[in-house]
């Protein structure tokens, strides 16, 4: 059964940081590229960060020279280290496992100004 548990979420002052991590359990993590979402109350869920197989990088604009994403293959677990968080930042985090889709249950980031 495939497990996706995010952990780190929490309440942070602007210009603070957090690491989230994704905790991965049945499947071969190694196989499948992770991915960062989150969502903001009353809008879409969108693309934050996403690593590849071969460690292959992607951030959007609003995540780039402030979040890092990151895995480490021997503990299935992927992460987000997030600095200088902004207010805006506020959001429930999840990872994405591909291919699949699978998600997480998401984990609360709120960024207080």
């Known amino acids: 059964q495939v497990q996706l548990v995010e952990s780190g979420g929490g309440l942070v002052q602007a210009g603070g940081s957090l690491r989230l991590s994704c905790a991965a359990s049945g499947f071969t993590f190694s196989d499948f590229a992770m991915s960062w979402h989150r969502q903001a109350p009353g809008k879409e869920r969108e693309l934050v960060a996403t690593i590849t197989r071969v460690l292959t990088t992607y951030y959007a604009d609003s995540a780039k020279g402030r979040f890092t994403i990151s895995r480490d293959n021997a503990e299935n677990t992927a992460y987000l280290q997030m600095d200088s968080l902004k207010p805006e930042d506020t959001a429930v985090y999840y990872c994405?496992?591909?291919?699949?889709?699978?998600w997480g249950q998401g984990t609360q980031v709120t960024v207080s100004s």
């Open positions: 994405r496992a591909q291919p699949g889709g699978y």
